[in-house]
């Protein structure tokens, strides 16, 4: 089985544009999460979507938002960038029917730079 | 709400020496724990989870951890050390105690192994 793949793996911006991500879970998944890492604060959650809603949300403001596909693909859109959105972006794709036993399976990270 | 404390920012051993990195969680619900692993430039790999099957859980690589409710730990141990061990760890926590179903993170430990 594939993996969770996410594109593009490095991006460069400037203060004030917009960037969307993009993440394809795992076959047969219909979660998934984004998270944010930065070596301040570390690894946090921003939001969940399952069957094209969303399930779960973090406390990020509403720069940061999110939508799913019908064939469970994920992007995330951070509008109006900051410097301290500089991070690498993490999707986790999980079977999202185990409760919180489920497993999640990361993607390799965006890597996204604002200048 | 769910926390997860690592201790010790950074731990080195030598090729072959014991390996413990430690983690201590905070919880009111019963807790669903996991350690991560995440090489330079990758996302994250699921070394280990613990749903309350067994307190003692058996990883990939080598590694394993145990739960013990009545210190609130789920330490992370290999017996020896090998060179490709040198990564950064993370114990998580999953669990409904904030009304939803997401990981939340300790701030990581860095292994690094000597030759």
């Known amino acids: 089985k594939a993996g969770v793949t996410q594109t593009p793996r490095y991006l460069i911006k400037t203060r004030g544009q917009q960037v969307t991500l993009s993440c394809s879970p795992i076959s047969g998944h219909r979660s998934v999460s984004w998270y944010q890492q930065t070596p301040g604060q570390g690894l946090q959650f921003l939001f969940e979507?399952?069957?094209?809603?969303?399930?779960n949300k973090g406390n990020f403001p509403g720069r940061f938002s999110g939508r799913q596909f019908s064939n469970s693909r994920s992007e995330m859109n951070v509008s109006t960038l900051e410097l301290g959105d500089s991070a690498l972006y993490l999707c986790?794709?999980?079977?999202?029917?185990?409760?919180?036993?489920?497993?999640?399976?990361f993607g390799p990270g965006t890597r996204l730079t604002v200048l | 709400a769910q926390s997860v404390t690592q201790l010790g920012s950074h731990v080195s051993v030598s090729e072959g020496a014991l390996v413990l990195l430690r983690c201590n969680y905070s919880?009111?619900?019963?807790?669903?724990l996991f350690w991560y692993v995440q090489y330079p430039n990758q996302g994250l790999q699921l070394l280990l989870k613990?749903?309350?099957?067994?307190?003692l859980v058996k990883g990939i690589n080598g590694f394993e951890a145990e739960f013990k409710k009545s210190e609130t730990s789920f330490h992370l141990t290999k017996p020896s050390a090998h060179m490709s061990d040198a990564a950064e760890y993370f114990c998580?926590?999953?669990?409904?105690?904030?009304?939803?179903?997401?990981?939340?993170f300790g701030s990581g430990t860095r292994l690094q192994v000597q030759p």
């Open positions: 613990y749903t309350s099957a067994a307190t």
């Open positions: 986790a794709s999980s079977s999202g029917t185990s409760g919180s036993t489920d497993t999640q399976y």
């Open positions: 979507y399952f069957s094209e809603t969303q399930r």
């Open positions: 919880s009111s619900v019963p807790p669903y």
């Open positions: 998580a926590v999953s669990g409904w105690d904030t009304g939803r179903r997401a990981l939340t």
